[in-house]
Structures are given as structure tokens and as C-alpha cells.
């Protein structure tokens, strides 16, 4: 089953924050973040592999709250760049058959 | 660049027609995945592939199927194509066969049925 994105839509001015949120009705044994810039391929920018780990990639990290089923991506002092749209995909129980959210598109203007 | 490599990368063809997409894989990786993603949507799960053998299928048509050869590029067959098959159809691969490790995307092959 699909996991569920919130925010759809954000904009943002630079330097502000951001937090998207991914949570599932099923037990994640996995959580991966991707961005997708319009027209290009899904970029990887982390996995989350445990319960309450936390990850961080630049100005980006992570959260997985394995009792809540959900996961939470923070985009501190956003840039430009970080335009795009993300996307969480899960892992089922049998390890396999990554499932991505419906994504969230950021916009982030000077 | 990801290391994937799918082919064509544009593809335009009429209603009832059959199609066939490419993928190779990174160097090393022994898993593939397909992915369907329509106009602004997101990325539907089509199968996955572990070493030659299929490991998982998701909402996959049945006029829709796919195989992993010997050398692990992976071929994805649309056929009686319909105007609503029109999509960008990714490719990805990763390492293991679980949801364990980064998947790497292909830049696609967009499907038009006209």
C-alpha cells in the first residue's frame, strides 16, 4: 500500500525551513527519500534503515519513527536548488517492493 | 549519471501496438525495478527483478510483462498499447535484492500512444 506524503505542495523563500512528512498504515522496515527535479530522473538522498534513526545529508536529514509508521524529511535554510519534488518510497515486509507516496512538490524562491 | 541506461528515450506509437523498453543496470547491481510515472504523478511500481528471477510485482497490467536475462538488463514489453499506457517508464537498480540499499534511476524511456 502506497505510503501518504503531506505536505502536496510548499514554497518556501530562501533560507527558510521546511519538514515533509510520510507515514503508512503498514509496519515500514524501510523509508527512502528521493528528490525529482521536472524532467529528470529521482535523485537518492537517504535511507533509513532502523526505528528513530536519523540521517542527514547536507542541510537535509531524516527522522523514522518506526511505532508511528512514519518518517519526516527536514530541509533546513533551504537553497534554491532544493526545488523539486520529493518523494518517500517503503519497504514491505518482505523487504522488497520499494512503494513511493504520492511526493511533494517544494518550491523555494529567492 | 546514475549508471543506468535505458533506451529509447522518446518512443511514440499508435493505439494496439507493442513496444519494448531497455534497461542495463549499474555495474554491480543485481537488482531491477520498474516504475510507471503519468503526467505530474507519482511513481507507480511495476515489478522488480532479482538476478534473472522476479522478486515482487506491483500494479502491473497483465498486457504488460518483463524479464531480467542472464546478463541482468532487463526488458519491460507493453503490448495492445492504449492512449492512457502514455507515461514516463523508469528503470531503477540497486545492490541487494531488498529495500535495503539506494536505488538507482535510468533517465527513462516517455511513451507516447497515439
Known amino acids: 500500500q502506497q505510503p501518504v506524503q503531506s505536505p502536496q505542495a510548499v514554497i518556501l523563500r530562501e533560507g527558510e525551513d521546511a519538514v515533509i512528512n510520510c507515514s503508512s498504515s503498514k509496519a515500514l522496515y524501510s523509508v527512502h527519500w528521493y528528490r525529482q527535479k521536472h524532467g529528470e530522473a529521482p535523485v537518492f538522498l537517504m535511507i533509513?534503515?532502523?526505528?528513530?534513526e536519523q540521517k542527514g545529508h547536507e542541510k537535509i536529514s531524516a527522522s523514522f519513527n518506526e511505532k508511528k509508521q512514519q518518517s519526516s524529511l527536514y530541509l533546513t535554510a533551504s537553497q534554491l536548488s532544493y526545488s523539486g519534488t520529493y518523494f518517500c518510497?517503503?519497504?514491505?515486509?518482505?523487504?522488497?517492493?520499494?512503494?513511493f507516496g504520492g511526493g511533494t512538490r517544494l518550491m523555494v524562491k529567492p | 549519471d546514475s549508471g543506468v541506461t535505458q533506451t529509447p528515450k522518446h518512443l511514440i506509437t499508435a493505439t494496439g501496438q507493442r513496444v519494448t523498453l531497455r534497461c542495463s543496470p549499474r555495474?554491480?547491481?543485481?537488482?531491477v525495478y520498474w516504475y510507471q510515472q503519468s503526467l505530474d504523478q507519482g511513481l507507480q511500481f511495476l515489478i522488480q527483478?532479482?538476478?534473472?528471477?522476479?522478486?515482487a510485482k506491483g500494479n502491473i497490467l497483465e498486457r504488460f510483462s518483463a524479464q531480467q536475462f542472464p546478463d541482468l538488463h532487463s526488458e519491460l514489453n507493453l503490448s495492445s498499447l492504449e492512449l492512457g499506457d502514455s507515461a514516463l517508464y523508469f528503470c531503477a537498480s540497486s545492490v541487494s535484492q531488498g529495500a535495503n540499499s539506494p536505488l538507482h534511476f535510468g533517465n527513462g524511456t516517455r511513451l507516447t500512444v497515439t
Open positions: 518510497g517503503t519497504g514491505n515486509n518482505a523487504g522488497n517492493m520499494l512503494t
Open positions: 527483478y532479482y538476478n534473472g528471477e522476479e522478486r
Open positions: 555495474s554491480g547491481d543485481l537488482s
Open positions: 533509513l534503515l532502523k526505528g528513530g
